[in-house]
C-alpha cells in the first residue's frame, strides 16, 4: 500500500503542469535555482513564448502561484527545499525519474502500435500454420525474423523516444 500510495502522490504532484515544469527546470539545470528564473522559464513554457518576450505581468503570475501554491506543495511533499526564494531538489526528487508518455497529435500511443504490431504478427504466423502465406520467395524462417526485426526496431525506437521525454532530459518540459 506504502509504495502505490506514494506511486499515487507523485502523479498527484505532476498532473500539475507548473509543478511538472517547476521539477524540469530544477532537473535541467541540476542545482539550486532562484524562483524569478524558475518562474520566467515556467511561464515561457507555459505561453509558449521566449523569456525575453514574456510581459511583467505573465511573469508576475506565474511567480506569485509558484510561490504561494506549487513550491508549498512540492516542499511538503519532501520533492524540493523552498525558502522564497531559492529552490532545490531533495534527493527524493532528484532520484524521480519520471517518464512521460506524451502522445503527439499525429501519432497513436505506443500501446496502441504493439498492440497492432502483435495482430499482425499473429496474422502472419497463422497464414504460416495455415500455409496460405506464400513461402516461395520468403521462407517462414524469413517470416519469422522479419517479425522479430519488426518488435526489435520498434522497441529501440521506444527506448530511445522514451529517455528523451524524461522530466530533465529535453529543452522543454513534456
Given amino acids: 500500500m506504502g509504495e502505490r500510495s506514494n506511486r499515487g502522490q507523485i502523479f498527484d504532484l505532476l498532473s500539475n503542469h507548473r509543478r511538472r515544469y517547476a521539477i524540469h527546470y530544477c532537473k535541467r539545470e541540476g542545482e539550486a535555482v532562484e524562483l524569478g528564473d524558475l518562474a520566467e522559464h515556467v511561464a515561457a513554457w507555459e505561453l ?33 527545499e523552498f525558502d ?56 517462414e524462417l524469413g517470416w519469422a525474423t522479419a517479425v522479430v526485426g519488426l518488435f526489435v526496431a520498434s522497441a529501440i525506437v521506444h527506448a530511445v523516444q522514451s529517455r528523451r521525454m524524461r522530466l530533465g532530459e529535453m529543452e522543454r518540459p513534456p
Fill in 48 to 80: 509558449d513564448k521566449e523569456v525575453e518576450e514574456l510581459t511583467s505581468a505573465e511573469r508576475k503570475r506565474v511567480y506569485t502561484s509558484l510561490q504561494q501554491t506549487h513550491l508549498p506543495t512540492l516542499a511538503e511533499a519532501e520533492m524540493v
Fill in 84 to 139: 522564497d526564494r531559492t529552490i532545490e531538489l531533495t534527493e527524493k526528487a532528484d532520484e524521480l525519474d519520471v517518464y512521460l508518455d506524451v502522445v503527439p497529435g499525429d501519432s497513436i500511443p505506443w500501446g496502441t502500435y504493439y498492440l497492432g504490431l502483435a495482430v499482425l504478427a499473429s496474422a502472419v504466423m497463422a497464414g504460416l500454420w495455415l500455409e496460405v502465406v506464400p513461402t516461395e520467395t520468403i521462407p
